[in-house]
């Protein structure tokens, strides 16, 4: 066991805690979407919580529990999905939200501490014109460095595609656990082994993300009396380069009731798509809506609903939110990440709709892939046992439909499609000899020194 009380003696100064509820709260993130992972997280507690201020508490923090041989797990909001901020064995969870600065603004490029939230810095961007071009559908709540450690896809995805596209992360500034721990700053390419790797291979402090300009989305929803339909209208929207979008999400049928605020918009048993265009491209959505037999049914600023505590955005039915809008009144759902190929995309989601409708609940979103445009989803599937759940990856899979796992713990197992290029392995090496930093997430990870 860890001596937890000469750790936090060494680290004077810095904001701690030993509280056992506050312990079991900064310990969780959304890891119960899937039951496969509650079983295996629940319980699982840091030690000691730390709240760093600044790049050199960060360092002190790292010294200390690697002087200590005390693992260290980082986390932000707490919006991921698969225990990413959950530590494995104890030690200290590194509370990032304190850093929350944006510092810079040059050319379209942000440089912004990683504790920032995703809402507090789109706000601050958009006062001088510009936005993210992407964000999660927890942005009210997510960090930005928890974007970039854990996710990296969401709203904005059908044009600037995800986090791992080359030029939407322009660097990073990443505190090592090496001995002693250092600030490396990561530019361009050399940014890619903390893309997406859970606080694996270093703890970010700072980040450099360009911007898009900023454009007053409307929120608008679409009813359509079938899936089918509403899925051709959403490709057709996305392929319509002249349409300036952020979103197109599909919902079939047993979504809507689910969705508050619009629910009694949307006539029973009607598909759904929600979309994100800007005003100049309202003219044109109307006439795409009813080529394709759709009808809009409400329509809102985005920006007014995600300022407002009381209104709700539309990115916030899509997405993950769609599991949690089901979980909030029925419990025994799951759900899948998948992408459907580029060739072809209606006819594979079809085939796999259809065949699952009463345990696969479909819903889709319109996305960019190294340049070409296809369909993800994060169906929510009705729960039974992981023998069921692997039998209908598995004819996900035979319709050549990507899986993204997420009911396993690792980097390596649950990425598929959305693995960052680059040698995150070799640069955990070098950066946490150790394997100090959030261990058990890095499946193929050894040491190269052991722990004392």
């Known amino acids: 066991m860890a001596d937890i009380g000469a750790l936090a003696a060494a680290l004077d100064g810095i904001e701690l805690s030993t509280d056992r509820a506050l312990l079991r709260q ?58 990413q901020c959950v530590p494995m064995q104890g030690g200290v969870v590194l509370d990032m939200t304190a850093m929350d600065r944006p510092l810079a603004l040059r050319d379209g490029v942000v440089e912004v501490e990683a504790g920032a939230k995703m809402i507090d810095l789109d706000l601050w961007a958009r006062e001088r ?10 942005k009210r709540t997510a960090t930005i460095g928890g974007f970039v450690a854990g996710g990296g896809a ?11 596209e080359r030029g939407n992360l322009l660097g990073a500034r990443v505190a090592t656990m090496q001995d002693p721990p250092v600030v490396l700053e990561l530019e361009g390419d050399e940014a890619a082994p903390v ?36 899925a051709r209208f959403a490709l057709a929207l996305a392929f319509a380069d002249g349409i300036p979008k952020k979103m197109c999400g599909v919902f079939d049928s047993q979504f ?10 949307v006539p029973a048993g009607h598909a759904l798509a929600l979309v994100m265009v800007a005003p100049s491209g309202m003219r044109a959505l109307r006439d795409l809506a009813a080529e394709h037999g759709g009808t809009i049914v409400a329509e809102q600023s985005t920006v007014e609903a995600e300022r407002d505590a009381e209104k709700t955005p539309f990115y916030e039915y899509c997405w993950n939110h769609t599991t949690l809008q089901v979980l909030k009144r029925d419990r025994g759902v799951t759900y899948l990440q998948c992408r459907f190929p580029f060739e072809g995309t209606l006819e594979a989601v079809e085939a796999v709709r259809e065949p699952f409708r009463d345990e696969v609940w479909m819903h889709t979103k319109c996305v960019r892939f190294g340049g070409r445009i296809t369909m993800s989803a994060l169906p929510v599937i009705r729960w039974t046992t992981a023998e069921r759940l692997a ?22 197992e649950g990425s598929n499609y959305r693995r960052v290029p680059g040698d995150q392995l070799g640069f955990k090496q070098r950066t946490d000899p150790l394997g100090l930093l959030n261990p058990g997430k890095m499946r193929d990870f050894v040491p190269l020194e052991t722990p004392a």
Do not use: C
Not at 129 to 138: K, M
Not at 200 to 227: E, I, M, N, S, Y
Not at 257 to 264: G, V, W, Y
């Open 26 to 83: 900064k310990s969780r993130d959304f890891y119960w979407y899937s039951p496969i992972l509650k079983a295996q997280l629940d319980g699982k507690s840091a030690e000691i919580f730390a709240r760093p201020r600044d790049e050199a508490e960060v360092l002190r923090v790292l010294a200390a529990a690697r002087a200590a041989r005390v693992p260290v797990t980082v986390r932000g909001g707490g919006t991921g999905n698969y225990g």
């Open 129 to 138: 014109g510009w936005e993210l071009r992407l964000w999660p559908s927890t």
């Open 154 to 164: 969401g709203v904005g995805g059908i044009s600037h595609g995800t986090l791992r």
């Open 195 to 230: 893309n997406r790797t859970y606080g694996t291979t270093g703890v970010l402090t700072r980040l450099f993300l360009p911007l898009t300009p900023a454009q007053d989305w409307r929120d608008v929803a679409v009813a359509f009396p079938a899936f089918p339909a509403a």
């Open 256 to 265: 809507p009731p689910f969705f508050r605020a619009i629910a009694d918009a």
């Open 391 to 412: 039998e209908i990856m598995a004819a996900f899979e035979a319709q050549g439909i990507g899986i993204a796992n997420p009911h396993v713990l690792t980097i390596e």
